[in-house]
């Protein structure tokens, strides 16, 4: 607020995100630009933009931001002390106005715990993982259908350990047909299968059937292909399978995370891809992130000292969890 003649006037501030600087506009009530600013994105920056707030508003800590991102060290200090778009001081005089004019259609960013905040950031890369490995596993599906399909054939999975393990062992189609049945029963139990003798005998009968070849040169470059990805998805496996214990770890500490597990398709034997956001003390600023309206989602069955929502969304692979998509309940 900034006082005209007997009372208060509202003000509005809108930040144009860009990784190195952010470029801010404030105006009033009617729309009039009062200041235009750009500040740097680090501590001094951020005592540049409170210091232009207090010098307008009378209240600093109650007004409203509109910003391009959610997430970041500046949004975060706007949450506890009061993604890349092209930076422009006329953006965000737009997000300003914005602020102004359609406040009610844009949703204030929760005022999540520190906790909340650390389960969103471990699902956002457990699901970063996944995706990640699906891209691989799709290029690696394509490779091989250009030299190796017996090895479709053979795995209707490429991400599981045993694929894995006998690709990695005989990338080629020359080099598969060579296992013996002791050689792919050995390779089942390092994948840990186990001795499967029916198993080893079945990729046995598929990897000695006559197909078409590249020409040998041809064949081993994409064997060292096959060979890299293999090694990428090893290390995509291990690395998802870390995330899933962080953040079952994490979400077990939340209070509310039994009642989150009792929603659909949610369980204790598969923490969720979400975080759910604790109702603390409500942020100096509000922060409304500037884009188009987004529906209110329903209000958790939670208690009211930590309301959250979540949504199960379709999997984008077989493997769990399955991502979810989560927002807060409206304040």
């Given at each position: 607020?900034?006082?005209?003649?007997?009372?208060w006037?509202?003000?509005?501030?809108?930040?144009?995100?860009?990784?190195?600087a952010?470029?801010?506009?404030?105006?009033?009530?009617?729309g009039?630009?009062?200041?235009?600013?750009?500040?740097?994105?680090?501590?001094?920056?951020f005592?540049?933009?409170?210091?232009?707030l207090?010098?307008?508003?009378?209240?600093?800590?109650?007004?409203?931001?509109?910003?391009?991102?959610?997430?970041?060290?500046?949004?975060?200090?706007?949450?506890?002390?009061m993604?890349?778009?092209?930076?422009?001081?006329?953006?965000?005089?737009?997000?300003?106005?914005?602020?102004?004019?359609d406040?009610?259609?844009?949703?204030?960013?929760?005022?999540?715990?520190?906790?909340?905040?650390?389960?969103?950031?471990?699902?956002?890369?457990?699901q970063?993982a996944?995706?990640?490995?699906?891209?691989?596993?799709?290029?690696?599906?394509?490779?091989l259908?250009?030299?190796?399909?017996?090895?479709?054939?053979?795995?209707?999975?490429?991400?599981?350990n045993?694929?894995?393990?006998?690709?990695?062992?005989?990338p080629t189609?020359?080099?598969?047909?060579?296992?013996?049945?002791?050689?792919?029963?050995?390779?089942?139990r390092?994948?840990?299968?186990?001795?499967?003798?029916?198993?080893a005998a079945?990729?046995?009968?598929?990897?000695?059937?006559?197909?078409?070849?590249q020409?040998?040169?041809?064949?081993?470059?994409?064997?060292q292909?096959?060979?890299?990805?293999?090694?990428?998805?090893?290390?995509?496996?291990?690395?998802?399978?870390?995330?899933?214990?962080?953040?079952?770890?994490?979400?077990?500490?939340h209070?509310?995370?039994?009642?989150?597990?009792?929603?659909?398709g949610?369980?204790r034997?598969?923490?969720?891809g979400?975080?759910?956001?604790?109702v603390?003390?409500?942020?100096?600023?509000?922060?409304?992130?500037?884009?188009?309206?987004?529906?209110?989602?329903?209000?958790?069955l939670?208690?009211p000292?930590?309301?959250?929502?979540c949504?199960?969304?379709?999997?984008?692979?077989?493997?769990?969890?399955?991502?979810?998509?989560?927002g807060?309940s409206?304040?």
């Amino acid at each position: 607020m900034v006082r005209s003649g007997g009372g208060w006037l509202e003000i509005f501030c809108g930040i144009d995100w860009s990784e190195a600087a952010h470029d801010v506009a404030v105006v009033d009530e009617t729309g009039r630009l009062l200041a235009r600013r750009r500040i740097a994105d680090d501590a001094a920056g951020f005592t540049a933009l409170t210091e232009l707030l207090a010098g307008y508003a009378g209240r600093p800590e109650r007004v409203d931001v509109a910003i391009e991102t959610g997430r970041g060290l500046l949004v975060a200090a706007l949450r506890h002390g009061m993604a890349g778009a092209k930076s422009d001081p006329g953006d965000a005089r737009v997000l300003a106005d914005i602020l102004r004019t359609d406040r009610d259609r844009h949703r204030p960013l929760p005022a999540d715990s520190d906790l909340a905040a650390a389960v969103g950031v471990l699902a956002r890369a457990h699901q970063d993982a996944v995706w990640a490995r699906v891209q691989d596993a799709n290029r690696l599906r394509s490779l091989l259908r250009e030299f190796f399909p017996a090895a479709l054939t053979a795995f209707a999975d490429l991400t599981t350990n045993t694929a894995l393990a006998v690709l990695a062992a005989a990338p080629t189609p020359t080099a598969a047909a060579r296992l013996s049945r002791a050689n792919l029963t050995d390779l089942l139990r390092v994948a840990g299968r186990g001795t499967r003798p029916t198993e080893a005998a079945r990729l046995a009968e598929i990897f000695t059937v006559d197909q078409l070849r590249q020409p040998p040169v041809v064949e081993a470059a994409m064997g060292q292909a096959v060979r890299a990805i293999v090694r990428t998805l090893t290390a995509a496996n291990q690395s998802i399978s870390d995330l899933e214990a962080a953040l079952a770890a994490a979400f077990d500490q939340h209070p509310d995370g039994e009642i989150l597990r009792s929603l659909p398709g949610l369980g204790r034997s598969s923490p969720p891809g979400c975080s759910a956001s604790s109702v603390t003390t409500r942020p100096a600023s509000r922060i409304l992130p500037a884009a188009g309206p987004t529906p209110a989602p329903p209000r958790s069955l939670a208690r009211p000292a930590a309301a959250g929502s979540c949504w199960p969304a379709t999997s984008a692979t077989n493997a769990w969890p399955t991502p979810a998509t989560c927002g807060p309940s409206p304040p």
